[in-house]
């Protein structure tokens, strides 16, 4: 398995349109091979002495973050999904509709060194 990891601070206002974007997103990666999508609302999120989510993103009043990840089989299927993004026409598209600042989401790509609850 292959896991790509996301960070991000949307708008509490925006919530019901992030979660529209991110089932029409999601759809589109399960075509191209991920397995499982979690995308994670904010719930009960701490301020941190030294650092936290907020800072991380640069959340400001009014933003919610999102925690999110996706499985993949492997990383050769992630990269091939990732390289379709770049000419498929849907991003672009979806670009320039997200209710957040792109800018200041994390992400990244992680190969797993222990998991439990998965056969």
């Not at 790509?4 to 589109?28: H, R, T």
Request: charged content about 30%; aromatic content about 14%; some cysteine.
């Amino acid at each position: 398995m292959y896991v790509q990891g996301f960070l991000l601070a949307v708008p509490e206002d925006k919530k019901n349109e992030y979660a529209a974007i991110a089932k029409k997103s999601g759809a589109w990666f399960r075509e191209h091979g991920v397995t499982e999508i979690v995308e994670a609302w904010e719930d009960d999120v701490p301020d941190g002495k030294t650092t936290d989510f907020r800072r991380a993103t640069k959340a400001a009043a009014g933003e919610k973050i999102v925690f999110s990840w996706m499985i993949w089989p492997d990383k050769v299927t992630c990269e091939a999904a990732s390289a379709k993004m770049e000419a498929d026409p849907f991003w672009a598209e979806q670009m320039g509709n997200m209710p957040f600042d792109g800018k200041r989401m994390i992400w990244g790509g992680f190969s797993p060194i222990f998991t439990t609850g998965r056969d």
